[in-house]
């Protein structure tokens, strides 16, 4: 089971939030210093945001971490077309049945 830290948001807490904030640290670095997730670093920003004076930053300025990049593997591309990987789809045998092809000359005829 994921541990998630749950430590209260204390004054100190608070105020070493925001010192971090105003000196520009990205959130993914505060995140990391106070061991809390980037989603409750920003939601505790959104609470204290008016009582603590702090400026909205310029989105152009903040950079966040970079992804994984998804590794594409030789079956990936195999299977690579309009329908999703994985789709049932795919698994589908698709060709008529004796049946189905009887049915479809007797409409013919």
């Not at 640290?25 to 989603?39: G, R």
């Not at 603590?52 to 300025?61: F, K, M």
């Not at 329908?83 to 005829?109: F, N, S, V, Y």
């Amino acid at each position: 089971m994921l541990k998630r830290n749950r430590a209260p948001w204390t004054k100190a807490r608070i105020e070493k939030l925001v010192t971090l904030y105003k000196e520009g640290i990205t959130l993914d670095n505060i995140a990391e210093m106070l061991d809390t997730p980037v989603t409750t670093i920003k939601s505790r920003l959104r609470i204290v945001r008016d009582e603590y004076n702090l400026p909205y930053r310029d989105p152009s300025q903040v950079h966040r971490k970079k992804r994984k990049k998804n590794v594409i593997t030789d079956y990936d591309k195999a299977f690579s077309g309009p329908i999703p990987c994985g789709h049932w789809m795919l698994t589908r045998k698709w060709e008529l049945t004796d049946e189905q092809r009887e049915a479809l000359d007797a409409e013919e005829m």
